[in-house]
């Protein structure tokens, strides 16, 4: 756009053509008559806060993962809030947010490992039974081709048709 304007292009024109606000490109130009090729930079970055840097130093990282390995305290599995109550006693950080102990988790290639859930009124024995006394469908792939009616989606078997 600058360079528009430079050939004696109007604002108006050089803004247009590359998909500007008037507004916003005239505040470009004014930007860069008074700072040069600095006034064109990014100066959002500048306005936010610096990124926080990681609570812990590569020392740390690898004492986590070590701790990783062995069950939790509370004999379960390692979830993002027991990592980051691990960090917060590691760093004597006094709040870590969760959301941190499961970046790390992630980090290190870890996963939430939560057996299925059974349900409460569930019967170990009466399942079995079912299992066992249940008819199991097993397909003879060598046998029977499957193929898809044209009649309400049926599978059929092309042998038997």
Do not use: C
Request: aromatic share 6%; net charge positive; charged share 30%.
């Amino acid at each position: 756009m600058l360079w528009l304007v430079h050939t004696q292009k109007t604002l108006t024109d050089a803004a247009k053509v590359v998909g500007l606000n008037y507004d916003y490109a005239r505040g470009v130009v004014k930007d860069y008559n008074r700072d040069g090729a600095a006034g064109l930079r990014n100066r959002r970055k500048a306005q936010r806060p610096h990124q926080s840097l990681s609570l812990l130093n590569p020392k740390q990282i690898e004492d986590l993962e070590a701790r990783l390995q062995s069950p939790p305290d509370d004999d379960g599995g390692w979830s993002g809030p027991k990592v980051a109550r691990v960090i917060a006693e590691v760093t004597g950080v006094p709040k870590v947010w969760p959301q941190r102990g499961w970046d790390h988790l992630k980090r290190l290639e870890q996963s939430r490992q939560v057996p299925r859930p059974r349900h409460r009124k569930g019967d170990p024995e009466a399942q079995e039974a079912f299992e066992k006394n249940s008819r199991s469908v097993k397909l003879n792939w060598s046998s029977s081709i499957l193929k898809l009616s044209s009649k309400r989606g049926r599978l059929m078997s092309i042998a038997s048709a």
